[in-house]
């Protein structure tokens, strides 16, 4: 983009061409004033409070709907504006209802910062009142509270809603002076196509939209904002926590346009599901059972108890007969403590974490196929990729704000999107193309798309011969699926398949998004080595806008990985079974390492049933709800001999423990969180942690140093250099460089700038390499006495096991239950109605649960969330495992269903 | 039609005639560019499907919103504008009283509320048995006629208490 200069208030400054005068005058530090200015949003020029002096033109002109030209002059405060501005301020009060001291938003009121700049006359017009002839939408939600009196029409939130948010669920109704935000047809908020996101209350620039649960709760000036990274999802948001240090509370979480990833953006999460760190539930200080009940210890006498425990089961039964579970909701530091402890203090390397559950069949997939298991592209990217191919991930939901930005993408007219999913969810309106094909069938799809692309020539032969091996394989693998042969198999049309293979083709650039749809299967591997083929037949990879972009789930699962908080691998992904790096890590970390590969989570669980596994430490993971066929999950938790569970609620697997430890909320330490876009961003402390809940890695050193083993960091950051000295893609990764937007790793020195996409002239691996992969359908299909589909996942409102969420009173607010989804034909075969009580029953276990009767799922499919733990998901899913990956088939197993 | 009667609301059927008219019965709601194409038309296509049911049913905009791709809030938006669009069912006629300056000065107050006796109705609602709606607007462009009222598409001028009750009288037999 080509720079060009103007002149502002006798200074020259330079500005992108194409961009706005206000934009120019903002950049360069001239505060124009503006109401309905948004970076985000289109120009609306509608509040005239920008009015600017541009030389050789006449009258006033809005500067956000202005164009920056080369030489031009302007003015941007004479006697005049100021005179208009003043008076469009005394318009703009007439109409807004002045009661400062007891609104949220004094001290962050755009209208209250300009009319003391202008020192208005706040009585010079007489006040108008809408009649408001309607109920106010907002009155019902626990979110968001629309005030008309405060309201000065600026349209931002009908605009944020429509143009960033893509949910539509505003509008202004009426003219003149009767005119109100509200729904379409002024229904419920909550009835409307509202998604909850509070983007409406994040960019009102009075007090008219306001967030509910902050009310009364602190005043702005009171409040300390300390940026942070999003302890949800992968994306990694950047949040404000808004605190008020006196009382050591949050009262409400802002984000800001400009930072990426996120843009000022949240969804309903982020910006209203932080309360579960004030829950009067957070454990406060460490418990020991006695006769099957909890009762309170001190520090000293729970790690007393956890030291001597594991060192006599170490003595007794060998180091392998310990594990840990580690956590991809804990810090990078933290997990790197946690894995270190349970490497060179149990010995052991059975360690493993929920990675294992959502995204093991993308690191082995894509570390086989490329060389690294990550995602290949920045966020950023897919604002501009012409094709989006998404399949097996639900973005609006589980990644909102990735998904808002494929809508953005896809709504801006300049990218299509194909997307292949077993449920009509949201973004299948967005689709170009939507395939709803079976669960389990994935492969077949893709196969099929590849034969289509080499019969009819559209690979690219250049990239095949210059990057990638073996692709014989491949061409001769996919030979067999026809379109019509896969259309058989995945219950889409063999048209849709073709088209979408072109589509693909023949794309510039086309980037593939996929999620736990595709990993989740015993198959997972195999389904993430046909996207990498797919990628790489048609040359979209390792460049700009395409590539293979597995969306992370936790908030720290990359991290996590990164960490080594896994069985087979040190920091940075060095194979403990390589001699060299068990070396490296033996003098680094003075201590005697293991050399042979330990237990998965779900391996460690079938070992503890077997009495092979005696003790485990878990940090931060809930497996009672999380891992597949609960029941045996309970009987392995049960057998052992001790379990530790450091967390910051008593949850379902804590309950089964011998000591529970409180540990800190991300709110209360320092440390990094890496998102899926491998940026490692920083978590900061906004508050003090309830009673004496303390930091993980510093109860873990604790428990090192009482077991012999001298582990010290001052701080995180100290951790962090360690990491740093380690781990090569982590070489120039530390705190002080992170003050502004992260970094992404491959960062392998301090002068590096941090890597956007991968492989970009050469695979991680050296060649890009094709797998033959073969069709299998999924290990347990539907017959006459377990005759439905069962799929499962997440919700907007609810993450992983609902153990923050669900304490969380707005998204309890708005998803109280568990549903299972079913489509209106089987619903009336089985005669039920909207939120009938149904039984479904595995081969495994069964459940009662509320049914939601919907198209989203086809005939004889069914979809159920599993963040409940009265209707758990898992006490119905298979333990079938990858053999590769050993990830467990939480997306399709057979069940019975009865009203 | 009877009077006394509002049209049946005869589903969507209508409304798919006005969207194909419109060539606007896609394959699958419009998304980007296509979709602006499509807004750029919705000021007529609202016009059309009023002129089809009497009224905006709102049943039928949520089908029109899901058919296009259209948002429904856009469409309220739309409609709670301008004063020709309306939500509820209108009376078989509708009357438009001037209440513009050139009306104002010649007396319309008075001819309004001859209407509002006649019909024993207030400006904005309409009669119980669904023939006539009322209402006062700013200015019909036809100050020359003053004070003048609107029926339909109908200009009635030089308006007096006696002639306004001679007018309707015609229109409750039609």
Redo the contacts between chains.
Sequence with gaps: MKNIELTIDGKIVSVEQGKSVLDAALENGVDIPHICYDPRLTPTGSCRLCLVEIEGQRGLQTSCSRIAEEGMVVSTETKEIAKSRKSTLELMISEHRMVCATCDADGDCLLQDYAYRYHVNEDRFPKIKPKVKVPNFTNYHKAIQYDPTKCVRCMRC?KIC?EVQGA????????AGQVLV????NTDLRD??CESCGQCVGVCPVGAMTNKPAVKLGKVKDLEKVLTTCVYCGVGCQLELNVDRKNNRLVKVTSTPGIIPNDGNTCVKGRFGMDFIGSPERLTHPLIKENGEFRKASWDEALSLVVSKLSSLKAEFGPDALASFSSAKTTNEDNYVMQRFTRAVLGTNNIDHCARLCHASTVTGLAKSFGSGAMTNSIAEIRKAPVIFVIGSNTTENHPVIGITIRQA?????TQLILADPRKISLS??AGIYMQHKPGTDVALVNAMMNVIISEGLEDKEFIETRTEDYDLVRKAVERFTPEMAAGICGVSAKSIRESARIYAKASAASIIYSMGITQHATGTDNVLSLANLAMLTGNVGKENAGVNPLRGQNNVQGACDMGALPDVYPGYQKVDLPEAQAKFQKAWNAELSIKPGLTVVEIMHAAEAKEIRGIYIVGENPMLSDPDLNHVRQALTALDFLVVQDIFLTETAELADVVLPATSFAEKDGTFTNTERRVQRVRKALDPPGEAREDWRVICDVANRMGYEMDFEDASAIQDEIASLAPIYGGITYDRLTGVGLQWPCHDKNHPGTKFLHSKKFSRGKGKFYQVDYIPPQELPDEEYPFILTTGRMLEHWHTGTMTRRSKVLDYLEPEGFIELNPEDAVKLGVSEGGVLKVKSRRGEIDVPARITEKVFPGCVFLTFHFKENPANALTIAALDPIAKIPEFKACAVSIHA | MKSGTVKEDPGVNLARGILEKHQLMLEKPAVGRDLEKSQELLIPLLQDIQDAYGYLPPPVLEWVSKKTGIPISRMYGVITFYSQFYLEPKGKHTIRCCQGTACHVKGSQAIGEAIEEYLGVKDGDTTDDMQFTFESVQCLGTCFLAPVIMIDNDYYGEMTQGKVKKVLERYSKS
């Excluded at chain 1, 896809?410 to 300049?414: L, M």
């Design positions: 009908v429509e539509n669920a505003i509008t202004l109704r009426e003219r509200t729904t379409a047809f409307s196509s896809v709504r801006s007219g300049d309106g967005d």
